[in-house]
Every structure is written in C-alpha cells, then in structure tokens.
C-alpha cells in the first residue's frame, strides 16, 4: 500500500528566503511523486512530478523536489520565496496498478511575510 | 495545453434540489476523470473514477445513488448531487487525464452551499 506524510501541516517564512516543505513516502514499488499546489478556493495545479528518471526534478516557479529512496523523501524546495507562493502545498504518490488514483498528503499551509 | 474547466465555480440552493456540475478537458480527451469532494482545511477524498464510456467506480462510503456521474464523452463528464442537503456542502473538484502514467490535471473546483 502507498501513503504520504506530509511532516509540517503549517510553515511560515519570509519574503526572499529558502523554503523547504517535508514529505515523505511508503511504497512497495518504485512510485510516481507529484506535487501540487492550491491558492485558495482553486483546483490545484501540478508543480513537478517524479516518474523514475533524474532524482531531482525540476517544477514550475523555481521550485524543485529530489526523491531520495534511502530516506523515502520526496521535500520540496525554493530557493527564494515569493509572496505569491503563500498556498497549500500536497505531496502526493500515485497508487499501485493501473487505476491511476492518487493518494494526497494532508497538505502543507506556506505563509510568506513580508 | 492540458486545462480542465469545471462549472459553475459556485452554486448556491435550497435543501432537496439536484445540483450538476461539469468537468470539461478543454485542450485534451481525457480517457479518465476523477471526481474529489475537499472539506475546509483538508486534503482532497477521491470520490469516484469515471471512464468515458463506462459506470463510474466509487471509493468506499460514497453513495453512488446520491452522487450521479455520467461521463459521456472523452471531454465531459459531469456530477449531479441529488436532493441535496447541508451537510452536501462542500468544495468538488474534478480532474482530467490522457491516460495511464499521465499526470492528473484539475479543474478550478466548484464551492456548493446547500441551505
């Protein structure tokens, strides 16, 4: 079975500084990762995916995640952030077989202060 | 390319009518679109798969009979809650896909209020 965790459920930084956004997987097979970001009363829109090939992968917007299988982790960083980055972030695996379903994280609330 | 559109953004109504909403892929045929229902402050809880062409598949705990999805076509599918009540209420979003091992694209979401 695969499941995702996401370690902050709230993170807060400020304007021009690195964020970091924690996930880690479970697996029993070598997963696809995604993650997602969602503005507020929005559908969510795909930042980056993994799919087996480079372990780091770069997303949209100057973000970027490395899949580390040693530590089962899949974080997302930035290297500077942006007050338009303030959203809910999802770390989210994709099930087993071919149904396709994804599994979501409980999501990760980014604050940016100014 | 790859843009859902999903319809109405908003919907409110009275406690016992039916309430549709539509899931377009507007650049793409999606063989499979999903169908999720987000409570405030929550991640997403996958309702149902729909196939083109085909019954639905719903998660465990989903009443197929309360929550309609007919996928006619490789680029609509919709949702009808039916006689619908407050506890109803909630954010749907719908999302689309070109096939297998294709990344799920999702819609802007529908906010439905139920008075």
């Known amino acids: 079975a695969q499941s995702v965790t996401q370690l902050d459920s709230h993170v807060s930084v400020s304007e021009g500084t690195p964020v970091l956004l924690r996930c880690n997987y479970s697996s029993s097979y070598s997963p696809s990762l995604f993650w997602y970001v969602q503005h507020p009363n929005k559908g969510l829109q795909l930042l980056l995916k993994?799919?087996?090939?480079?372990?780091l992968v770069k997303g949209i917007n100057g973000f970027e995640a490395e899949f580390k299988k040693s530590e089962t982790s899949f974080h997302l960083t930035k290297p500077s952030a942006h007050m338009s980055d303030a959203a809910e972030y999802f770390c989210?695996?994709?099930?087993?077989?071919?149904?396709?379903?994804?599994?979501f994280g409980q999501g990760t609330t980014l604050q940016v202060k100014p | 390319g790859a843009v859902v559109s999903q319809h109405p953004s908003r919907v409110i109504c009275k406690s016992g009518t039916s309430v549709k909403i539509e899931c377009r892929s507007l650049?793409?045929?999606?063989?499979?679109m999903f169908w999720y229902r987000q409570f405030p402050k929550q991640s997403l809880m996958l309702m149902a798969t729909?196939?083109?062409?085909?019954?639905?598949?719903?998660e465990q705990g989903v009443e197929k009979d309360k929550f309609l999805i007919n996928h006619a076509s490789l680029t609509l599918s919709t949702l009808t809650v039916t006689s619908a009540h407050p506890e109803d209420s909630s954010f749907y979003i719908c999302?689309?896909?070109?096939?297998?091992?294709?990344?799920?694209?999702f819609g802007d979401g529908t906010r439905l209020s139920i008075l």
């Open positions: 993994y799919t087996s090939a480079a372990t």
């Open positions: 989210v695996v994709s099930g087993s077989g071919n149904t396709g379903k994804l599994i």
């Open positions: 650049d793409f045929q999606a063989t499979t």
């Open positions: 729909s196939n083109e062409g085909s019954k639905a598949t719903y």
């Open positions: 999302s689309a896909r070109k096939g297998l091992n294709q990344p799920q694209h």
